[in-house]
Antibody, heavy 118, light 110 residues
């Protein structure tokens, strides 16, 4: 079964850091680009960051550029998001998503919640 | 950055009716890079359409996508009870590189 399982979310104070992980299974992980997409409570979807299969191409939304770092370990079938200098507006459910044809996201995890609050 | 505007914000229809959802881009989008997703409460989004008109694996043929340039449409030919959800369009742009989503259309039972 193709599956993505996120972990690492939680309650964190503004200015602090958090590292999210996404464990992939059921497909050849190192064949695909991977992404993080977030959804603030009651709001829509926002792309956060993406990384190519070999980590050679990385992109970030302007809202997180310079604060978040995406990475992957193909040997461990895992995707990561290091989040520094967290702000209240980073509070959201963070989804890991697998890239598919034509730059769409065909597999999603169930998400991990990040709450930034003092 | 390309902005996607979805309309209407909320669409109230009955099972068996036809639903037409619109996604308008602030500048031309490659049809190859336009996708649609369905999201139900408490669930992750599900890919419905990619490349503006290709159905994803396992998606019923009552879902269809069309459009080009700045205007795209998701059509659900005959609504089933399980189709009532929020729908998002999404595009990939190369200049600057990145992805954007529309704000969503909520399809609710009338």
């Amino acid at each position: 079964e193709v599956q993505l399982v996120e972990s690492g979310g939680g309650l964190v104070q503004p200015g602090r850091s958090l590292r999210l992980s996404c464990a992939a299974s059921g497909f050849t992980f190192d064949d695909y680009a991977m992404h993080w997409v977030r959804q603030a409570p009651g709001k829509g979807l926002e792309w956060v960051s993406g990384i190519s299969w070999n980590s050679g191409s990385i992109g970030y939304a302007d809202s997180v550029k310079g604060r978040f770092t995406i990475s992957r370990d193909n040997a461990k079938n895992s995707l990561y998001l290091q989040m520094n200098s967290l702000r209240a507006e980073d509070t959201a459910l963070y989804y890991c998503a697998k890239a598919s044809y034509f730059y769409a996201f065909d597999i999603w995890g169930q998400g991990t919640m990040v709450t930034v609050s003092s | 950055e390309i902005v996607l505007t979805q309309s209407p914000g909320t669409l109230s229809l009955s099972p068996g009716e036809r639903a037409t959802l619109s996604c308008r881009a602030s500048q031309s989008v490659s049809s190859s890079y336009l996708a649609w997703y369905q999201q139900k409460p408490g669930q992750a989004p599900r890919l419905l359409i990619y490349g503006a008109s290709s159905r994803a694996t396992g998606i019923p043929d009552r879902f269809s996508g069309s459009g080009s340039g700045t205007d795209f449409t998701l059509t659900i030919s005959r609504l089933e009870p399980e189709d009532f959800a929020v729908y998002y369009c999404q595009q990939y742009g190369s200049s600057p590189p990145g992805y954007t989503f529309g704000q969503g259309t909520k399809l609710e039972i009338k």
